[in-house]
Every structure is written in structure tokens, then in C-alpha cells.
């Protein structure tokens, strides 16, 4: 092989191996959560197997992780459904959420109660979550 061939190729091979360990990484399946879809999330708050009917319902998009600030992007307060407690949040894209609840329970003291957990949405359908609540 020719002596001014061989640094041509260590340069050639060195460029290919660069420029490819360089690619962006592949986005998130949550990075276009948010309004916008046709999946609606629907969440019934409960305690020790009880429903709380006096609820707020948060949610946060893009995350699985309540937010640091305490800061959420929309709000729903449960409404009575056939003696159903139920937050709606409708037309959701696909994506990660962090579903976040406060409310209050007679049936127990202290009767305040709180609770969160997060959610995937993966395809285009309505998803029913029982979000367990603790006193606080």
C-alpha cells in the first residue's frame, strides 16, 4: 500500500467513527405530551378503598416525576359521575404525565388527602386511573 494512501484512510476512518458517535439521541416517548390528541384521561381519587369526593385533580405533561416547583400545566376538580368521583382531562397526546391530587375525606382525621403517581399514555384511548390518596 502506498506510504501517502495510509493516512488518507486512518484520517477517513477516524472522520466515519467521529461523525458517528455523534448523533442526537432519540427523543423520549413523552416529549409531545400535552393537549392536542384524542386520549382523554379520566382519574378517580380514592383512600383505603373509599372514594374522596372532594378532590382537585393536577396533572403535569412530559413528566413521570411530580415537579420540583409545584408547578402543573392544567387542573380538573372531580365531579360526581353516578356517585363516581372523576377528573377529566381530554384531548391528550401521547406521552409521559405526573397526576397529582389533594382533597379532603370525612371519613378519616386528619381528613386531608394527597396523593400522585404518573402515567403513559401509548395509544389513542380513554384511560381510567385510580389514584391512591394518603392522609396527610
Known sequence: MNAAIK???LLITLWLF???SCKKPAAHAGTDAGKGGN???TVTPEHHGYFVDTCTIYIKYNSL???SNGVYDDSAVCILADTVPIAVFPGLKNGDYYIFGMGYHALYVPPYVK???PCTIN???TIKVYLPTYSY
Do not use: K, M, W
Open 65 to 67: 416525576d411530580e415537579p
Open 18 to 20: 467521529v461523525t458517528g
Open 39 to 41: 386520549t382523554a384521561i
Open 7 to 9: 493516512p488518507l484512510l
Open 115 to 117: 396523593g400522585g403517581l
Open 123 to 125: 395509544n389513542q384511548d
